[in-house]
């Protein structure tokens, strides 16, 4: 680590206020200590780095020229902005980041005014954008929507959907492109970005309306000519006919670390009478800090690290992650057969698929930021007999559920869908926890939902998702390392739907889903030294439930407690379902039901979500306590 750095003129700025008050020839001094304290605070929080390194420049530029925050400056995803929050008054609490009462990793509406949209996902900002733009216009009121989106969320078709309609926001709307992998055009040069300068200005615009006007007063074929002319000579000139044709005047590509490019386009854009308007701006992911710059995978979210070294702070040795142990896993079933292939959406290395497409490049496919597509391609796959494996994380999954449910589950199709960071998942707080999957999946016919307690069953039920040709099947796994547990050399088929004992008592019974497995051990060896005999069950399967195991634990226990890691609807809505469907609690009451809180948790250490959430040993226990309690004054009362 290493001392904070000097930042004597950015420690003049605490709002964009403050930086539209400097000269213009200073903002070069604010962008290159901005991107100090951006280097420096995550260097101490962990956090997204590359990704706000590539738009310093561009931060500087936006905020100096429109007038935020009555400008609504709208960041895609989100992870960009911490340049963005430091210019916006939290510079005090950037070094919060990610932490239990800090700052979102991503945008936030409760946290500034300057994040007038909250966001996480990717490709929402246009639509949003185009929403306040609108909004404004009919109100009579000024301001923009401004979105910056960068080219990777371009392949998500809701971000054309939100530029098909923007001719209705005028020229309120403005979007930026960063394309920070010269995924759309060739590196920047000098004429490109004079072209740029001179397509936004004033004088040429002013041109191009007169010439406009005389065409119109011409016989249509000429009139249609005339506008063909324009249209092909700037595309010539500087592309972008794509997005001319959806309605937006197109600027660019301009260099997006040169402000003596940006501030004079930008002026231009805000000034132009001219309808909604794209400008792309061609960035590098990681400027101006040389271990980003050289390694933009490995630098775009990173654990605490070194300053000067650019070395991450390595966590201590342990199991491998549920992620690898499926990549693995998944390697050796299409070793086995030919038919298994992989889809991801964007997600190669976060979903182990990297590893996948490495040992088999021909049944990888990684489509982009498009779950629907993911889904639907993998049930056109399914449909002609190949054997897919759909990885996605669970809060991602949310993105394709009409797919999921339309083109999967009614056609009773064969996908096989690896859900990764199910669950809580710590610093990515609200927007990216995989709280719904168990409900959302589990509600639908001819599905089979299944959670996995370790790393071991991971492998089996991978194992048993491969094997499972008469239907679609799903299986969940948290973000994280482990248990430590051996994994099987040979994989096990399980039996769908059928759970296993694991402890075996008599007074209380835990039925678990999931990696909550270990809570639930420790909570019965408690139980057990207060004199209570406890059963534990992993149910492993929600969908179809164990019937008959539950009707048992029920017909032989006082008191039943389910305990999941997912929202309400899951496990505990089943098991009560079952439980009223067949009479078994006519006796009395004794199910409980463990589960996510009914809010959205913030951002936090694992081991303090869990606490929050009411999901380890001691309110294990205390859940049964109380139980037992009503139980024996003859009272029936809902779940404290």
Same mark, same amino acid.
């Given at each position: 680590?290493?001392?904070d750095?000097?930042t004597?003129?950015?420690?003049?700025?605490?709002?964009?206020?403050?930086?539209?008050?400097?000269?213009?020839?200073?903002?070069?001094?604010?962008?290159?200590?901005?991107?100090l304290?951006?280097?420096?605070?995550?260097?101490?929080t962990?956090?997204?780095?590359?990704?706000?390194?590539?738009?310093?420049?561009?931060?500087?530029?936006?905020?100096?020229?429109?007038?935020?925050?009555?400008?609504?400056?709208?960041?895609?995803?989100?992870?960009?902005?911490?340049?963005?929050k430091?210019?916006?008054?939290?510079?005090?609490?950037?070094?919060?980041?990610r932490?239990?009462?800090?700052?979102?990793?991503?945008?936030?509406?409760?946290?500034?005014?300057?994040?007038?949209?909250?966001?996480?996902?990717s490709?929402?900002?246009?639509?949003?954008?185009?929403?306040?733009?609108?909004?404004?216009?009919?109100?009579?009121?000024?301001?923009?929507?401004?979105?910056?989106?960068?080219?990777?969320?371009?392949?998500?078709?809701?971000a054309?959907?939100?530029?098909?309609?923007?001719?209705?926001?005028g020229?309120r709307?403005?979007?930026?492109?960063?394309?920070?992998?010269?995924?759309?055009?060739?590196?920047?040069?000098g004429?490109?970005?004079?072209?740029a300068?001179l397509?936004?200005?004033?004088?040429?615009l002013?041109?191009r309306d007169?010439?406009?006007?005389?065409?119109?007063?011409?016989?249509?074929?000429?009139?249609?000519?005339?506008?063909?002319?324009?249209?092909?000579a700037?595309?010539?000139?500087?592309?972008?006919?794509?997005?001319e044709?959806?309605?937006?005047?197109?600027?660019?590509?301009?260099?997006?670390?040169?402000?003596?490019?940006?501030?004079?386009?930008?002026?231009?854009?805000?000034?132009?009478?001219?309808g909604?308007?794209?400008?792309h701006?061609?960035?590098?992911?990681?400027?101006g800090?040389?271990?980003?710059?050289?390694?933009?995978?490995?630098?775009?979210?990173?654990?605490?690290?070194?300053?000067?070294?650019?070395?991450?702070?390595?966590?201590?040795?342990?199991?491998?992650?549920?992620?690898?142990?499926f990549?693995?896993?998944?390697?050796?079933?299409?070793?086995?057969?030919?038919t298994?292939?992989?889809?991801?959406?964007a997600?190669?290395?976060?979903?182990?698929?990297?590893?996948?497409?490495?040992?088999?490049?021909?049944?990888?496919?990684?489509?982009?930021?498009?779950?629907?597509?993911?889904?639907?391609?993998?049930?056109?796959?399914?449909a002609?007999?190949?054997?897919?494996?759909?990885?996605?994380?669970?809060?991602?999954?949310?993105?394709?559920?009409?797919?999921?449910?339309?083109?999967?589950?009614?056609?009773?199709?064969?996908?096989?869908?690896?859900?990764?960071r199910? *669950?809580? +998942?710590?610093?990515? =707080?609200?927007?990216? %926890?995989?709280?719904?999957?168990? &409900?959302? $999946? @589990?509600?639908?016919?001819?599905?089979?939902?299944?959670?996995?307690?370790?790393?071991?069953?991971?492998?089996?039920?991978?194992?048993?998702?491969?094997?499972?040709?008469?239907?679609?099947?799903?299986?969940?796994?948290?973000?994280g390392?482990?248990?430590?547990?051996?994994?099987?050399?040979?994989?096990?088929?399980?039996a769908?739907?059928? *759970?296993? +004992?694991?402890?075996? =008592?008599?007074?209380? %019974?835990?039925?678990?889903?999931g &990696?909550? $497995? @270990?809570?639930?051990?420790?909570?019965?060896?408690?139980?057990?030294?207060k004199?209570?005999?406890t059963?534990?069950?992993?149910?492993?399967?929600?969908?179809?439930?164990?019937?008959?195991?539950?009707?048992?634990?029920?017909?032989?226990?006082?008191?039943?407690v389910?305990?999941?890691?997912?929202?309400?609807?899951?496990?505990?809505?089943?098991?009560?379902?079952?439980?009223?469907?067949?009479g078994?609690?006519?006796a009395?009451?004794?199910i409980?039901?463990?589960?996510?809180?009914?809010?959205?948790?913030?951002?936090?250490?694992?081991?303090?979500?869990?606490?929050?959430?009411?999901?380890?040993?001691?309110?294990?226990?205390?859940t049964?306590?109380?139980?037992?309690r009503?139980?024996?004054?003859?009272?029936?009362?809902?779940?404290?």
């Amino acid at each position: 680590m290493t001392a904070d750095p000097a930042t004597p003129l950015l420690d003049t700025i605490d709002n964009p206020d403050d930086l539209r008050k400097l000269a213009p020839e200073q903002l070069r001094q604010v962008a290159d200590e901005l991107r100090l304290e951006t280097i420096s605070a995550v260097g101490q929080t962990g956090g997204h780095l590359g990704s706000g390194l590539g738009v310093v420049e561009l931060t500087v530029a936006i905020h100096y020229v429109f007038n935020t925050p009555a400008d609504r400056l709208i960041w895609d995803v989100g992870h960009q902005a911490y340049p963005h929050k430091i210019i916006t008054g939290r510079r005090d609490r950037i070094r919060t980041l990610r932490q239990g009462g800090g700052l979102s990793g991503f945008t936030k509406r409760s946290e500034s005014e300057y994040d007038p949209f909250g966001a996480a996902h990717s490709s929402t900002s246009i639509s949003a954008a185009l929403g306040f733009a609108v909004a404004n216009k009919l109100a009579g009121t000024p301001g923009r929507g401004i979105a910056v989106i960068g080219d990777g969320a371009m392949s998500a078709g809701m971000a054309y959907e939100a530029m098909n309609n923007a001719k209705q926001a005028g020229n309120r709307l403005v979007v930026i492109l960063n394309d920070n992998d010269m995924s759309i055009a060739p590196p920047v040069g000098g004429l490109s970005a004079y072209l740029a300068k001179l397509v936004s200005s004033r004088q040429f615009l002013g041109i191009r309306d007169l010439a406009r006007r005389i065409s119109r007063k011409l016989p249509e074929p000429l009139h249609r000519a005339a506008k063909k002319t324009d249209e092909f000579a700037r595309g010539m000139a500087m592309g972008g006919t794509f997005f001319e044709e959806l309605g937006f005047y197109y600027v660019g590509p301009i260099d997006g670390h040169n402000l003596d490019q940006l501030i004079p386009v930008l002026e231009n854009v805000r000034d132009a009478a001219e309808g909604p308007c794209l400008i792309h701006v061609v960035t590098t992911k990681g400027k101006g800090y040389a271990p980003a710059e050289e390694s933009a995978d490995k630098y775009h979210g990173v654990q605490k690290f070194n300053v000067v070294t650019g070395e991450q702070a390595k966590g201590a040795a342990g199991p491998p992650s549920y992620t690898n142990v499926f990549a693995q896993a998944l390697i050796a079933e299409a070793t086995r057969d030919s038919t298994v292939c992989a889809i991801t959406a964007a997600m190669p290395s976060g979903t182990g698929l990297d590893k996948f497409g490495q040992t088999f490049p021909d049944r990888a496919f990684d489509v982009g930021i498009a779950e629907q597509h993911a889904v639907t391609f993998a049930a056109g796959l399914a449909a002609q007999g190949m054997r897919p494996f759909c990885a996605i994380y669970s809060t991602f999954l949310q993105r394709a559920y009409d797919q999921v449910v339309h083109d999967v589950a009614i056609q009773n199709l064969p996908v096989r869908f690896a859900i990764d960071r199910a *669950g809580l +998942v710590g610093a990515d =707080g609200a927007t990216h %926890a995989g709280s719904f999957d168990v &409900t959302y $999946l @589990a509600s639908l016919p001819n599905m089979v939902v299944m959670a996995a307690a370790d790393e071991a069953e991971l492998v089996h039920m991978t194992h048993t998702a491969a094997c499972h040709d008469s239907g679609p099947i799903a299986f969940r796994y948290p973000r994280g390392n482990g248990t430590g547990v051996p994994l099987p050399e040979n994989p096990e088929r399980l039996a769908i739907g059928k *759970g296993r +004992v694991v402890r075996q =008592g008599s007074k209380i %019974a835990l039925l678990s889903l999931g &990696t909550r $497995l @270990a809570e639930a051990l420790k909570a019965a060896d408690q139980l057990e030294a207060k004199g209570l005999s406890t059963t534990v069950a992993d149910l492993r399967f929600v969908k179809p439930l164990d019937d008959e195991l539950i009707r048992k634990l029920i017909a032989t226990h006082e008191v039943v407690v389910t305990i999941e890691e997912g929202a309400i609807g899951g496990l505990g809505a089943h098991v009560l379902t079952m439980a009223s469907d067949e009479g078994l609690t006519d006796a009395g009451l004794k199910i409980r039901t463990m589960r996510l809180p009914d809010v959205f948790q913030d951002h936090d250490s694992p081991d303090k979500q869990y606490d929050t959430a009411g999901l380890n040993a001691p309110q294990i226990v205390d859940t049964v306590l109380k139980a037992l309690r009503h139980n024996s004054a003859g009272v029936s009362e809902a779940r404290a």
